[in-house]
């Protein structure tokens, strides 16, 4: 027996309705990818990354994780947090790839093959296998126990199931809840030695991936988990109730993915406003002085705070070694970025004038309201 879906309640199921009218409006704003698409969507890749293993305690900044997803080399990132940053990176871009796949189905083999990728830089977590024994959650925060998964000798004929489930017909359920559902039951499962967080994080975004709706990257609820990560455990240790018990209420989980989808459609919907103003600032700045479309990008991630280096731009733009070196002097000759460092170590800042285009461009951040809180 797994944890089970509750009947949603008219509240619920207007919130579902106003989620998936956002995210319609997200696809649509994105359906003819912009310009500026490219680096919207890799940063909000590298924000996922970031968040879903930050909250296990692999800590790299948000230019870390954007030089994982752009195939760099990280800035100051330590090897362990960069390998699980970089091995999550190639299980979610599977996900990405399995999106579109028409001869799709879930299986229990996919999900060892997730962990695998996820976990081989730790071999002491036996990727890819079934634990042997017990497993205990620990709270740093209570130094205590807080949760005991099944016997390990239920965990095949668990995952089963929950393949199963994931494969039957549940068109009566809104995706939002089946991919909230797999998180749940694939969390309380904790079929592996470690790992089984981010597993389940990856679960539900290829749940959603599957919807096609948005691209697997707008779709996650990774950064909202990894921004609200106390919450986050307090409502899967409310529903677990410290051990197995699938025949616990579910409805608070439920309650607490729809409210994380809601606030992070509405998050979404600002940094694309925000992006397109920046970009059309950007390129308004760049016709006006003679510069090459090619810059658009650099600058575009100058302004929003990346360091810049001359192999990314390079990369980017898409030329030469001498073109690129070439452009970067330009750039700097404009005063729009500042060199740091030398030679191999030099990297470049924005300057004061892309600086006050990013501040002017930025929107307000309203309060998050809580569709559940009338």
């Known amino acids: 027996m797994l944890f089970v879906t509750p009947e949603l309640s008219d509240q619920e199921k207007e919130v579902v309705g106003e989620i998936e009218e956002s995210r319609r409006g997200l696809n649509h704003m994105l359906r003819e990818p912009p310009r500026w698409y490219g680096p919207l969507r890799r940063t909000a890749f590298a924000r996922n990354i970031q ?36 091995n999550y990176w190639d299980a979610m871009t599977y996900i990405i790839q399995l999106a579109n796949d028409t001869h799709f189905r879930h299986t229990e083999a996919l999900i060892r093959s997730l962990h695998y990728m996820m976990m ?69 499962i904790h079929p592996f030695r470690d790992g089984n967080g981010r597993m389940a994080r990856a679960l539900q975004t290829l749940v959603l991936a ?7 990257e707008f779709s996650s609820i990774e950064e909202y988990l990894g921004r609200n990560t106390a919450a986050y455990y307090e409502v899967l240790g409310e529903v677990g109730g410290g ?9 608070p989980w439920v309650r607490f993915v729809l409210l994380a989808h809601h606030r ?14 920046l970009w059309e600032a950007i390129d308004h700045l760049a016709q006006e002085r003679g510069i090459d479309e090619r810059n658009l ?5 100058a302004a929003v705070g990346f360091k810049i280096r001359r192999s990314e731009h390079i990369a980017y733009a898409e030329v030469s070694e001498r073109v690129g070196t070439a452009d970067l ?17 030099r990297y470049y800042l924005t300057g004061d004038e892309l600086r006050g285009l990013r501040e002017k461009t930025r929107e307000p951040k309203e309060p998050l309201t809580n569709p559940f809180a009338a």
């Open 120 to 188: 081989k830089h730790d071999f002491a977590a036996a990727p890819g296998l079934f634990r042997p024994g017990s497993v205990f959650v620990w709270s740093t925060a209570t130094q205590e126990v807080v949760y005991e998964g099944p016997d390990f000798e239920l965990v095949p004929s668990l995952l089963q199931e929950l393949v199963d489930d994931l494969n039957a017909d549940h068109s009566d359920t809104p995706p939002l809840v089946r991919a909230g559902m797999a998180h749940l039951n694939l969390v309380m």
């Open 264 to 277: 992070q459609a509405l998050t979404f919907a600002r940094r694309i406003r925000e992006t397109e103003r």
């Open 329 to 345: 002097k330009r750039l700097v000759d404009m005063d729009l970025l500042v060199p740091v460092g030398e030679r191999r170590g």
């Open 297 to 301: 990008g650099t600058l575009y991630n």
């Open 210 to 216: 599957r919807d096609l709706i948005l691209a697997p």
């Open 51 to 86: 968040a879903s293993n930050s909250i296990e305690g692999y800590n790299v900044s948000l230019e870390d994780a954007v030089a994982a997803v752009a195939g760099e080399q990280p800035s100051e990132a330590t090897d362990e947090d960069w390998n699980a940053v970089r």
């Open 243 to 251: 051990s197995w018990h699938p025949e616990r209420e579910t409805r």
